[in-house]
């Protein structure tokens, strides 16, 4: 693919975008006619078809120019999604995933595909209709392409285009769920009849004669216009995801169908996999060819076939195999496994070089290919992954005398890469949808990781537009399925306190404040008056997929007087207190600081045994978890001197209910502010199992578990830098930092993350059982404070070493 560039910010997006490293995107903006709804392009759709039901659909344009110009800025849509082509090549796909009411356009110079003379642009357009994923918000079909200004209007979309229904797909692996007996919600498979497909149709060569005239639907409009739209559009903040081959470097077995070993020729190579060593399947042959990855990935499957008219290719992918009791076991080990999972069907048409490629991005470590040929060899000239997901970059390093946490780092943040896409998604295999609880620390792995905040910024702005008539966010978004988890309303709010203190952004920042107000009012009117804790609450009250909880629900969220929650709407609301004295609403913030007081101070008398030393869920004190505690040292309902040996029995007592690998963040948290961090690095034995158990991702929770990569356990990226090195913001804007490390047992860190101002960078050696020689670097303007052993250093900007 050539190289794209990405533009188009209204002057709002311009002004909070951010590229690696907090610097601003250059580009030129939208032109002012389309920044003020004058658009002269059409929404376009296929005439004489259901517009909101299932249909692939290819679109093109021929036009002639005089010259190659030195630019060509096209805005570009559709509904579901698109893929588009100039001359034949692939330029980008989209729109990213957003709701009607600010529904994405992607801003393009094509000027490096166009040449003088005739030029094809053409789209794949596609509309999954009722078998669309949960993550996927529709209107109906249909298709856009706006010029910037007059030069790049002629390919403007409207009746001059052409248009045709591609009959060759259909929607399969539509029962993916009850195959897999979990919520899987992430769209159907594609079966595809190469005999039907229009081959050749986005070059610029193709006889597009028995094309249809595209049917003009509306004319589009940008936010703060239009008075019956069908799409709002704003601009694209977020750049265009990665497309980069992924070989696939092993075959694992191969078989007769899955019945005997191919005895028609076909032998146990992977060399087809390398590319240029096509392989051959016999006619009315039935193989059966296990390819792992040797890592989870998500990508766009590409096979390139010859011949085999008659054939069917089926591939089905999963992240592990299953043995006959449906556990997966060790990652690693296939013998007496099956595989189970979704999957693509593409019939090729015996012609040369077919390629097939989903439509949408497929998860995978294990890709099965099936093929059943018909009465013509198929030959498999290639067969490999598009690896896609969000540009990040690691910009940070992190080793210590512990070798092995180099694994857990690479691992971490190939879970985090996996699960962020054009939104922050809980788990690429099952859902792909974008929840606060997870999305809080998938923010905080990219500031810290990447030092990109975009992805974290177009996240708190889908949950800011998601909120109900009540007053909460939904639980996830964008969805097309209303779900309401009001607990992860308090994190979208934490989302706005971590990107306050990593960022500045005031603009961005102050717009959210009322409905912060929003979420909190909710809560206030559902104190209980008698026990000033919070009493019964509406929606799924989601707190962790631990054993105990029912549905992940604590003891007293339905029914009134839930520890769990009334602290962590303490902890929120003293997050807030600093928020609005911040931007200077002291009554808010007055309000909020007392509030969080009689909350922690009430919950702590209800709810605290003081036999046991620990919280309880409810006052009637018959259910403990770490949860309840956890909460209780964050908050400092439990107070400070109690806060170690409270933190202790949480980590002792095997009888309370336990936190799965999303909550240990926030143990984690609760270490560090009882200050017990030194325990984090021997806290990390869960992460060590799942290597050892084959996982090349952190999965949801431990085994049995469904999803094997869940971004809300790749926490220890986060922690390595924040915990160990000890590297927090010190004050908003991170314009000072603290960095308190707690090593642990081990004796040699060195950390390096990004910042707005440059790289902070720590190196650590122990000296002696107590002792430390640092060397510390902090970007321009930025100064600081290291703690030690009960000593504190100030830093300053640049370079410094310290004895202790």
Known sequence: ???????????????????????????????????HGNWSANWISCPGVPQRAYGVY???KTFVLAAVPGRFIVHVSADNRYRLFVNGSPVCFGPARSDLAHWNFETIDLAAYLQAGKNTVAALVWNMGEYAAVAQISNQTAFLV????????????????????????GPCSTDAGSVLRTYYVVGPGDEVDGSRYPWGWEQPGYGDQGWRQAMNITRPVNAGYGSDNLWTLVPRTIPLMDEVMQRIPTVRRMGGGGRRESGSGVEMSGAFLTGGHPMTIPAHDSTVILLDQTYETIAYPQIV??????????????????????????????????????????????????????????????????????????????????????????????????????TLWDIGWRTARLCAGENYFDCPYYEQLQYEADTRIQSLISLYIAG????????????????????????RYPSNRLQVIPPFSLFWISMIYDYWMHRTDDAFIREKLFAVKDVLSWYEKRIDPDKSMLGPMTWWNFVDWNNRFPGGTPDGATDGNSSVITLQLAYTLQQAAELFHYYQDTAAASHYSQLAGMLATKTYQWCYDPVKGEMANTPGRSTFSQHASIMGVLTG???????????????????????????????????VKAGMGDLYYSSLTPWRGMVANGLTTFAENPDPTRSDCHAWSASPIYDFLATLCGITPASPGFSSVSIRPALGTLKEVHGSMPHPNGVISVDLVR???????????LPPGVSGVFYWNGQEKALHPGKQAIEM
């Open 1 to 35: 693919m050539k190289k794209y560039l990405l533009l188009g910010y209204l002057a709002a997006c311009l002004a909070g975008a951010r590229a690696q490293g907090g610097e601003s995107i250059a580009g030129p903006v939208i032109s002012t006619a389309l920044m």
């Open 58 to 60: 290819h679109f093109r």
């Open 146 to 169: 706006q010029g910037d200004s007059a030069q790049e209007e002629v390919i403007n979309t409207d009746q001059s285009w052409k248009v045709m229904r591609d009959s060759a797909y």
């Open 305 to 406: 076939v010859s011949k085999g008219k008659g054939s069917m290719v089926k591939m089905t992918y999963a992240e592990a195999l299953f043995d006959g009791h449906r556990q997966k076991g060790n990652r690693n080990e296939i013998e007496g496994k099956e595989m189970m999972g979704d999957f693509d069907v593409f019939r090729p048409d015996g012609g040369v070089k077919r390629l097939f490629r989903p439509l949408w991005m497929r998860t995978y470590r294990y890709l099965q290919l099936t093929v059943v040929t018909g009465s013509e060899p198929l030959v498999i000239e290639d067969l490999y992954g598009m690896y896609t997901g969000y540009p990040f970059k690691a910009v940070a390093h992190f080793s210590s005398n512990d070798t092995s946490l180099r």
């Open 452 to 475: 990109d905040d975009r992805l974290m910024r177009k996240a708190i702005t889908d949950f800011f537009n998601s909120r109900v008539a009540e007053g909460l966010t939904q639980g």
């Open 637 to 671: 309902s439990i107070p400070a001197d109690q806060a170690p040996a409270v933190m202790n029995r949480v980590l002792q007592d095997s009888t309370l209910s336990q936190t799965t690998f999303y909550y240990r963040f926030y143990l984690t948290r609760a270490l």
């Open 767 to 777: 000296k002696g059982k107590d002792g430390v020689s640092a060397a510390i670097e």
